[in-house]
């Protein structure tokens, strides 16, 4: 596959990504490293790097695939710093949530973007899990002037770790991205904070009974706030898509409530368990009570 | 505490009733007994009773505690059959997920209503888990018509089995539960409602890659239908204030999202991080990330 490969950004994914492929790839080198120095720190100290550089521009040099897992804000900034330094053709790859596709113009860059569709609430370097892709899939959404065989590359990457892999456009992606992840996300952000918004006195209560339905929005609203700040600013407009065809939804919904029609309520109930069930069959959930809380 | 009690209704809750006393207390007969034949079956099957009853009536004559949970639909025709069984002085209690409180008028009947709050998306006899209120909290909301010494003996019964409780008026706990649990559901409900609304193609990719958020939410949308029918319907008012609430601050973060105020957006999610560590702290839930899915 790949002698050499760089890793810019060592959070979650990023250290996921060097533990699963020590496990499972043939790769020689794979160098780390991070602008922040306390994540530097880690890096050393846990042994995420097969070397330890001070630059970008450095790690990247001799790479024959760079990936990028910082936050999605600081792209332009690491681009810009390791341009000069990437390996005549070379492959550039990310993780980042939102694929800007053709948006960005890096015409003499051969980028072929990527997201694990995978993670946990936990974030940074000391998040790692060598599994954490393991029958995940991650897409590819690459423009249209890259080379089949870099996409064949890049594909063979993320399956060694486990992962599935869907070939798509950049548009595609952040429409489906927006209602599986961007949309929850939202939902479950606005759960918390109205909860928030209820005085002190009850606050405590709330906590207390969370095991009735609150605590598992509380997990998706505990994701990484950078990571969640980028991926609602690049993808604005289609998330606003999704929460108007939710809050139309929510109208309804509230009508059923108030005329008290049972019926009606049986009917989206039973509904909403053949889709859980679906999500079962793909291998995406398991179906353990609780998530297996016990 | 008490020689004979006997449950009428045995889902996941009464199942798990049945196992946890089974394993933990003193009671000398428990006697489970359901309308619904197939469970019956379960139960004669499972040994999931002491003894086998062909009524309710039947199965009431001579305990001391008679527990119902049955969907709440259920209650006044339940109510109706045993009335005239119950022992002098027994006690009886519920598992209801609304109290109606004074509302119901049962002025010869001992009724301490209670609610555990825990489960899971399972539902059903063979549900059942021995551990299910093990450090879960049960709420106990009488009316003010109850001996204090028969509130003790229910609160007991409750801890036998693992559970915290709390014992407070129906309506605090009607209003608690709209924001703890019953506005997460609607809001679940709604985000498969919404999934589910767009066309087929794009449903394979939604379920495919449902890991990013979704899947967290078809857990809690699969819950028992009649139970959660029920629940929107004796609670329908304070659910409906719940959502007012929150349909406020969807639209804020709406108009923060088209505003791509990054600033704002930080700020929202590092608040939300704090309302988790408070669950975790509470010991309402595990931190083990992702649930321990791997």
Chains 1, 2 share one sequence.
């Not at 699963?20 to 490293?33: G, H, V």
């Not at 550039?92 to 860059?109: E, M, N, Q, R």
């Not at 606005?190 to 906590?207: C, F, L, S």
């Amino acid at each position: 596959m790949f002698d050499q490969i760089t890793m810019i950004g060592c959070g979650l994914i990023g250290s996921s990504i060097f533990k699963a492929l020590k496990k499972n790839s043939s790769i020689k080198k794979i160098i780390t490293f991070d602008n922040n120095k306390s994540v530097m720190e880690v890096i050393k100290k846990e042994n995420l790097s097969d070397k330890i550089v001070s630059s970008s521009a450095e790690a990247v040099k001799n790479s024959d695939l760079v990936l990028i897992s910082t936050p999605s804000s600081s792209f332009s900034s690491v681009i810009k710093e390791i341009k000069g330094s990437l390996k005549n053709g070379s492959i550039l790859t990310d993780t980042f949530s939102v694929k800007k596709g053709l948006k960005l113009k890096l015409d003499d860059i051969n980028w072929i973007p990527s997201h694990p569709v995978a993670g946990t609430e936990k974030s940074g370097p000391t998040a790692g899990q060598e599994n954490l892709f393991q029958n995940r899939w991650t897409i590819i959404a690459p423009g249209t002037n890259v080379k089949e065989s870099d996409i064949k590359k890049v594909s063979l990457f993320w399956e060694t770790m486990g992962s599935k892999v869907k070939v798509m456009s950049p548009e595609e992606h952040n429409k489906i991205l927006s209602i599986t992840s961007h949309l929850p996300h939202v939902v479950a952000y606005n759960i918390v904070k109205t909860v928030m918004g209820y005085d002190e006195k009850i606050q405590n209560d709330i906590i207390r009974y969370s095991a009735g339905g609150l605590r598992d929005f509380t997990r998706i609203a505990a994701s990484d706030p950078t990571m969640w700040r980028d991926i609602f600013i690049d993808n604005s407009e289609l998330i606003i898509q999704a929460i108007d065809k939710f809050s139309k939804n929510l109208d309804e919904f509230k009508k059923v409530i108030t005329d008290k029609d049972g019926k009606k309520l049986l009917e989206i109930f039973n509904k909403s368990k053949e889709l859980r069930k679906s999500i079962i069959k793909a291998g995406q959930e398991t179906d353990k009570p609780d998530f297996g809380r016990k």
